[in-house]
């Protein structure tokens, strides 16, 4: 029994880090899911702090795509343990096991809901740096619910990481920031997440190797290959928004899970995506599938061949005739180029304008505003600056607007603990309206925008507050206990006068106020009849010491004596 509330039953998974056992809420009847963590990484008190921050983090998450934590603890020996909703269905590793791959419409709509999860956490600040098909589950009716928010992050923050077996799990679907141990951000979960849906598609992770290691640097340095390598029916849209999710730079791949979502919603339902392949991909074909191709398939590609041709043509004509010209305005052949005007352009064509001029993408940065998501804010070098031939220009992206989060948990706190909330929040306390309510004044009762909405960061927000006035009912005619029963439950202390009166005792003849508004704790005072004082006895009469006029009565007749009964 853990924490003398959950029964652990049979255990039904285990993992690198931890044991899940199916077990039962004694004090609420209820079936969980109990995560404990491995003995030897619950030595660590860093680790242990960590993972029971991030658990708390994971448990103010409220997603339908996302498995609810409900508690978190340690065991008697100190092992941290994390108490979530037990789902009835199989992981996608089960899926793909049993069943091997998905239909592609049913993968996207998959992955869709693993974006709207990933989204909200991503929302709330948490990366789950472990997304793979062991962590994402489909219910009986359907639905996907993504496991373990919080524990990944953990392992990633912690000291020690020299766990081989942790990193074995996780190889196929690691980030190219994650395998060289660098800073990892949401994107880096976007990348995993079309790792997942390479998988889910074509049967098969993107990258395979004779050990974890192998599998990394893969990652690292080796493109995927297009899913409709594998399968000729799968459409572009469908390697586009793959290609994009798997960008080794994480400035190229989706920037967000809820642009990611956008896009797979688009693939599933047959329209154009706005991802378009960094670089394009070039089909893999086995002998016998070349020499199937059909003359209709050649006459087309020949098509395009001549197509590709003539804007090559096109694009040379203007480099070269920038470089002319720039040789005819210095005079020499000196090497030197302008870095041409990009402030404005979108990222993609601010990268073509630098290629165009012989120039190399330096460092790219990104930072909110208020720009379209993708401008160009600034540049380095400025435009027309002189660079030699291969010189760098080093960018700033916009992010677009910063978005947040209005927080569900402000309800209910004091007014100066929600405006510290809302503050880290990065939203500010607007206006403030006074409710009246039995509650203590201050109190937060409510938030406007609703809590939970997703905002942008700097809105105001406006607050509900309760004034801490509350109506005094009326309790005349009611019995003395009947009226004290009623101030005290409507947040009043009670007084009591009592006042004779004919009446029944006990009554409430009168209060103090009465049908106003009084602040929450104050004293009403309730006056009440009480029998009237008993009226003393009369004095006996006292002899006045003067005779009294008239004859004195004689003596009384003594009464005659009864006969006697006769013998």
Same mark, same amino acid.
């Given at each position: 029994?853990?924490?003398?509330?959950?029964?652990?039953?049979?255990?039904?998974?285990?993992?690198?880090?931890?044991?899940?056992?199916?077990?039962?809420?004694?004090?609420?009847?209820?079936?969980?899911?109990?995560?404990?963590?491995?003995?030897?990484?619950?030595?660590?008190?860093?680790?242990?702090?960590?993972?029971?921050?991030?658990?708390?983090?994971?448990?103010?998450?409220? +997603?339908?795509?996302?498995?609810?934590?409900?508690?978190?603890?340690?065991? %008697?020996?100190?092992?941290?343990? #994390?108490?979530?909703?037990?789902?009835?269905?199989?992981?996608?590793?089960?899926?793909?096991?049993?069943?091997?791959?998905?239909?592609?419409?049913?993968?996207?709509?998959?992955?869709?809901?693993?974006?709207?999860?990933?989204?909200? +956490?991503? +929302?709330?600040?948490?990366?789950?740096?472990?997304?793979? /098909?062991?962590?994402?589950?489909?219910?009986?009716?359907?639905?996907?619910?993504?496991? %373990?928010?919080?524990?990944?992050?953990?392992?990633?923050?912690?000291?020690?990481?020299?766990?081989?077996?942790?990193?074995?799990?996780?190889?196929?679907?690691?980030?190219?920031?994650?395998?060289?141990?660098?800073?990892?951000?949401?994107?880096?979960?976007?990348?995993?997440?079309?790792?997942?849906?390479?998988?889910?598609?074509?049967?098969?992770?993107?990258?395979?190797?004779?050990?974890?290691?192998?599998?990394?640097?893969?990652?690292?340095?080796?493109?995927?290959?297009?899913?409709? +390598?594998?399968?000729?029916?799968?459409?572009?849209?469908?390697?586009?928004?793959?290609?994009?999710?798997?960008?080794?730079?994480?400035?190229?791949?989706?920037?967000?899970?809820?642009?990611?979502?956008?896009?797979?919603?688009?693939?599933?339902?047959?329209?154009?995506?706005?991802?378009?392949?960094?670089?394009?991909?070039? /089909?893999?074909?086995? /002998?016998?599938?070349?020499?199937?191709?059909?003359?209709?398939?050649?006459?087309?590609?020949?098509?395009?061949?001549?197509?590709?041709?003539?804007?090559?043509?096109?694009?040379?004509?203007?480099?070269?005739?920038?470089?002319?010209?720039?040789?005819?305005?210095?005079?020499?052949?000196?090497?030197?180029?302008?870095?041409?005007?990009? #402030?404005?352009?979108?990222?993609?064509?601010?990268?073509?304008?630098?290629?165009?001029?012989?120039?190399?993408?330096? %460092? #790219?940065?990104?930072?909110?505003?208020?720009?379209?998501?993708?401008?160009?804010?600034?540049?380095?070098?400025?435009?027309?600056?002189?660079?030699?031939?291969?010189?760098?220009?080093?960018?700033?992206?916009?992010?677009?607007?910063?978005?947040?989060?209005?927080?569900?948990?402000?309800?209910?706190?004091?007014?100066?603990?929600?405006?510290?909330?809302?503050?880290?929040?990065?939203?500010?306390?607007?206006?403030?309206?006074?409710?009246?309510?039995?509650?203590?004044?201050?109190?937060?009762?409510?938030?406007?925008?609703?809590?939970?909405?997703?905002?942008?960061?700097?809105?105001?927000?406006?607050?509900?507050?309760?004034?801490?006035?509350?109506?005094?009912?009326?309790?005349?005619?009611?019995?003395?206990?009947?009226?004290?029963?009623?101030?005290?439950?409507?947040?009043?202390?009670?007084?009591?006068?009592?006042?004779?009166?004919?009446?029944?005792?006990?009554?409430?003849?009168?209060?103090?106020?009465?049908?106003?508004?009084?602040?929450?704790?104050?004293?009403?005072?309730?006056?009440?009849?009480?029998?009237?004082?008993?009226?003393?006895?009369?004095?006996?009469?006292?002899?006045?010491?003067?005779?009294?006029?008239?004859?004195?009565?004689?003596?009384?007749?003594?009464?005659?004596?009864?006969?006697?009964?006769?013998?």
């Amino acid at each position: 029994m853990l924490g003398s509330r959950y029964e652990l039953g049979p255990r039904i998974g285990s993992g690198g880090m931890a044991d899940v056992f199916r077990g039962t809420d004694v004090r609420l009847g209820r079936d969980v899911a109990v995560k404990v963590l491995r003995a030897d990484l619950a030595r660590d008190p860093s680790f242990q702090a960590r993972f029971r921050r991030e658990a708390q983090a994971a448990a103010s998450l409220n +997603a339908s795509a996302i498995v609810p934590v409900f508690d978190t603890g340690t065991d %008697d020996s100190g092992v941290p343990y #994390i108490v979530m909703e037990f789902v009835d269905g199989r992981t996608l590793r089960e899926v793909l096991t049993e069943e091997g791959r998905l239909l592609p419409q049913r993968a996207l709509e998959v992955t869709a809901d693993v974006c709207a999860a990933l989204e909200a +956490a991503h +929302a709330a600040g948490i990366v789950h740096r472990d997304i793979k /098909p062991g962590n994402v589950m489909l219910t009986r009716a359907g639905d996907v619910k993504v496991m %373990d928010f919080g524990i990944a992050r953990a392992a990633a923050d912690s000291s020690a990481m020299t766990q081989t077996a942790a990193v074995i799990g996780t190889a196929a679907y690691l980030s190219p920031e994650q395998a060289r141990g660098e800073h990892v951000d949401a994107r880096s979960d976007l990348y995993s997440t079309g790792c997942l849906l390479y998988e889910l598609i074509t049967g098969g992770p993107p990258f395979t190797g004779d050990s974890p290691v192998a599998v990394a640097y893969q990652h690292v340095r080796e493109d995927p290959t297009p899913p409709s +390598a594998y399968d000729e029916t799968l459409s572009t849209e469908v390697d586009a928004v793959v290609l994009k999710a798997m960008a080794k730079n994480p400035a190229n791949r989706y920037q967000s899970a809820g642009e990611m979502r956008e896009d797979l919603l688009r693939a599933a339902a047959g329209e154009p995506v706005h991802a378009t392949p960094v670089l394009e991909a070039v /089909p893999v074909l086995a /002998p016998a599938a070349v020499s199937a191709v059909t003359y209709d398939q050649r006459d087309r590609s020949t098509a395009r061949g001549v197509a590709y041709g003539l804007f090559g043509l096109v694009l040379v004509g203007i480099v070269v005739g920038i470089a002319l010209l720039v040789r005819g305005l210095l005079g020499t052949d000196s090497g030197l180029v302008p870095a041409p005007e990009l #402030i404005g352009l979108s990222q993609r064509e601010a990268v073509a304008a630098i290629d165009a001029a012989g120039l190399t993408v330096g %460092d #790219i940065t990104e930072r909110f505003d208020e720009e379209p998501f993708g401008t160009v804010l600034e540049q380095s070098p400025a435009g027309d600056i002189l660079l030699r031939s291969g010189g760098s220009v080093s960018l700033v992206i916009s992010k677009g607007v910063e978005m947040t989060i209005v927080p569900v948990e402000v309800v209910g706190l004091s007014r100066e603990e929600a405006e510290v909330l809302l503050t880290e929040r990065k939203l500010v306390v607007g206006s403030v309206v006074e409710r009246d309510g039995n509650v203590p004044a201050g109190t937060v009762l409510g938030i406007s925008p609703q809590p939970g909405s997703q905002v942008p960061a700097s809105s105001e927000v406006t607050l509900t507050v309760a004034s801490g006035n509350i109506q005094v009912p009326d309790v005349r005619r009611k019995t003395v206990q009947e009226a004290a029963e009623l101030l005290q439950r409507a947040g009043f202390s009670v007084g009591i006068t009592p006042r004779a009166d004919p009446g029944p005792p006990d009554i409430v003849l009168d209060q103090s106020p009465v049908n106003t508004l009084a602040p929450r704790g104050s004293t009403v005072v309730i006056v009440v009849s009480q029998p009237p004082p008993s009226p003393a006895p009369s004095p006996s009469a006292e002899p006045s010491g003067e005779p009294t006029s008239g004859p004195s009565p004689g003596p009384s007749a003594s009464p005659e004596p009864s006969p006697s009964p006769t013998p």
